[in-house]
């Protein structure tokens, strides 16, 4: 973290603990993610905070998964969240799941149902949702609620033991019927899950509720600073409560504001539409909000980092607009993208006066905005080459200064070639460019003595290679796809993905790694696809040299 910016309220909190001593000094955070889907970019500023945090102020952070749901969760999620949080550039103290409480939960729950503060409640969902009344009008009682603590024990007892189906009964605090606060109107503790769970098996067919086990999760890791986000307000009195009649160590919860992003969804809910009804490519397309999309599209750990702390720690939420996203992976990755040149949309160009069979050798620079400079390249050069349709206008428009009949234009790192003729199809479509060279204005030793204005890219036929090229664009074409009316899935932008089948690259590219970043030149940054094979080369833009994004 910059140390020039002012402190966030959370960072207030935790040095004000500090100076008073608390814990010792000590700062133990967590990041405590519910493995039922992929990590987004709202995760990455939690984890952001929670890391950071604790690399401020010399402490550590604990990764434990709230495996409580069996139903919802998977190995799968597991694997995937680790893999993301190391991929930020960040490592935990301890791995823990909620799941190595359940043992002492269960205890917990017997001292309270002893000290007459849980019972156990035969009532459906649906009774128990009428029972606890609205926010104007408080809640009733039902003839549960009296139950002895005997009976209680006895029943709980008999939910662990498997006696009675999903649903028949829960475990309830008995708190205030009455609260203003509907989380505290005798919430419940536990559920009968009769399900397979990925850690503990079928050794439980009782699972805790958030509520219950999360705070007495982070009181038996001794969690100091417990930070969520916002929606989590309402249930801070119960976390406290637990804790205070349990006389556990007494972690806090403190909230901020979560990530709203545009553009985009970040329910989990959501996103596994998007996914199982074939939307999007997976969990790790690179048009979708998680961190393994935004890792396959080509941003940085370092680009996402650098968003998080740009958008600061708040109370209060708001809309963070993506292009604040999208500059942040440009300012990384112009300083370290190798520049090379692809041809996205080729019509070929004949040069008639060069020597046929010929070929020459250029060179390049890797990355002119590198610091110290990043090397070079070199690729070759022939009588024929691509180029990009849109740098050719047979009558060239005013101020037009690419390539033309009559016009010049310089190849980069080349010559400068003068348009001559065309060749078209039986539709009038051009199919060829007929062009002369000037030998005498090779780039770097051009004695030709002829200034011209335009500069443009370049494939050699003889030496370039083939690719497909994935122009991605934003998933939705409005700014807050859940906020519509109707069904969000109407919003996705039909044009989010689009696909060029056979693009000519540098043939170096060929040598690209996956993940690797590169800007083809005049069109973006690029990095190379996990589909891709030796036969068949796929590069995913990452994103545009310029914000060309028009609010519809």
């Known amino acids: 973290m910059s140390e020039e910016r002012s402190l966030n309220f959370i960072e207030e909190i935790v040095e004000g603990d500090i100076a ?229 160590f007494p972690s806090k919860q403190y909230e901020f504001a979560r990530l709203n992003l545009n553009y985009t969804v970040m329910s989990k809910r959501k996103l596994l539409q998007l996914v199982t009804e074939g939307h999007v490519d997976g969990w790790d397309d690179p048009r979708m909000p998680t961190i393994s999309g935004l890792r396959r599209r080509g941003y940085t750990p370092a680009s996402i980092r650098e968003f998080c702390e740009r958008i600061g720690v708040a109370k209060r939420e708001n809309m963070i607009d993506v292009g604040l996203l999208e500059f942040c992976i440009r300012e990384d990755l112009n300083k370290t993208a190798w520049r090379r040149m692809a041809v996205l949309d080729p019509v070929k160009v004949v040069i008639t006066n060069y020597p046929e069979g010929q070929t020459e050798t250029f060179s390049g620079e890797n990355n002119p905005e590198a610091e110290g400079g990043d090397g070079s390249r070199e690729f070759g050069f022939g009588r024929e080459v691509w180029i990009e349709r849109e740098d050719f206008m047979e009558v060239p428009a005013k101020k037009y200064f690419r390539l033309s009949i009559g016009g010049m234009v310089r190849l980069k790192n080349a010559y400068i070639v003068k348009g001559e003729s065309v060749v078209k199809d039986a539709e009038g479509n051009i199919t060829e460019i007929h062009c002369t060279y000037i030998p005498e204005s090779q780039s770097g030793n051009d004695t030709s003595g002829i200034n011209v204005k335009g500069t443009i890219h370049w494939v050699s036929v003889e030496h370039g290679k083939t690719a497909e090229v994935r122009l991605y664009d934003r998933l939705f074409q409005v700014e807050d796809p859940s906020s519509e009316d109707g069904d969000f899935k109407d919003y996705i932008n039909p044009n989010s993905l689009q696909v060029l089948h056979t693009a000519y690259i540098e043939p170096d590219l060929a040598n690209a790694k996956i993940g690797t970043p590169v800007q083809f030149m005049r069109k973006g940054y690029f990095t190379l696809d996990k589909n891709s094979t030796d036969d068949k080369l796929v590069f995913n833009r990452t994103v545009t040299l310029k914000d060309g994004w028009v609010k519809k």
């Open 20 to 248: 008073e001593g608390k814990h010792g000094g000590r700062v133990l955070t967590r990041f405590p993610p519910e493995p039922n889907g992929y990590l987004h970019i709202g995760h990455a500023k939690s984890i952001c905070l929670n890391f950071g945090l604790a690399q401020r102020y010399g402490g550590q952070t604990n990764l434990r998964f709230d495996d409580t749901n069996p139903v919802k969760e998977d190995v799968e999620y597991v694997d995937s969240i680790k893999e993301d949080v190391k991929w930020l550039g960040f490592d935990w103290a301890e791995e823990l799941y909620a799941s190595d409480y359940f043992d002492k939960l269960y205890d917990f729950a017997v001292v309270l149902i002893k000290q007459g503060l849980a019972y156990v409640d035969d009532s459906t969902a649906e009774e128990i949702a009428a029972q606890k009344g609205t926010p104007t009008e408080p809640g009733t009682g039902n003839e549960y609620r009296n139950r002895s603590v005997e009976e209680n024990l006895q029943l709980f007892a008999d939910m662990k033991a498997g006696k009675y189906p999903d649903g028949a009964k829960v475990l309830r605090a008995k708190l205030d019927l009455a609260s203003p606060n509907m989380h505290l109107r005798d919430p419940l503790m536990y559920r009968i899950k009769h399900a397979h769970h990925h850690r503990t098996g079928d050794a439980w067919c009782i699972y805790p509720m958030y509520d219950f086990a999360h705070g007495q999760s982070d009181a038996i890791e001794e969690i100091t600073h417990s930070i969520c986000t916002v929606e989590f307000i309402p249930h801070r009195p119960l976390y406290e409560w637990f804790i205070e009649k349990l006389e556990l």
